[in-house]
């Protein structure tokens, strides 16, 4: 039913910048969360970051591992969210996937993945120290 795409990713040292895209196709919802999650070799997928939206209303949220370094935001065409990421840090390193869910997740079920419905494929993220 939808479509999500990531991009942007690649190799960065430590402190510097990437921007993460997540182009989304097929159907709209006019209530949605879409959100950046992140998996690690041998790990899990961690959380990262949501975009909420519901009846006009946005809102964003971040792991506390990223807050303050990454931002969230939605694109000017409405079909694509970013990820903006500053002062990487090794621990950063991973596959990085956009996810999306036909609802204005609570934000205490953001962080689980078995709450959205579409996933992207992922992009890799990798900063050197």
């Known amino acids: 039913q939808v479509e999500l795409v990531e991009s942007g990713g690649g190799l960065v040292q430590a402190g510097g910048s990437l921007r993460l895209s997540c182009a989304a196709s097929?159907?709209?919802?006019?209530?949605?969360?879409m959100a950046w999650f992140r998996q690690a070799p041998g790990k899990g997928r961690e959380f990262v970051s949501a975009?909420?939206?519901?009846?006009?209303?946005?809102?964003?949220h971040y792991a506390d591992s990223v807050k303050g370094r990454f931002t969230i935001s939605r694109g000017s065409a409405k079909n694509t969210v970013y990820l903006q990421m500053n002062r990487l840090e090794p621990e950063d390193t991973a596959v990085y996937y956009c996810?999306?869910?036909?609802?204005?997740?609570?934000?205490?079920?953001?962080?689980?993945?078995?709450?959205?419905?579409?996933w992207g494929q992922g992009t890799q993220v990798a900063v050197s120290s």
């Open positions: 996810a999306a869910a036909a609802s204005r997740l609570i934000v205490s079920r953001l962080r689980i993945v078995e709450n959205y419905d579409y």
């Open positions: 097929g159907r709209t919802f006019s209530d949605y969360t």
């Open positions: 975009y909420r939206w519901s009846g006009g209303n946005s809102g964003t």
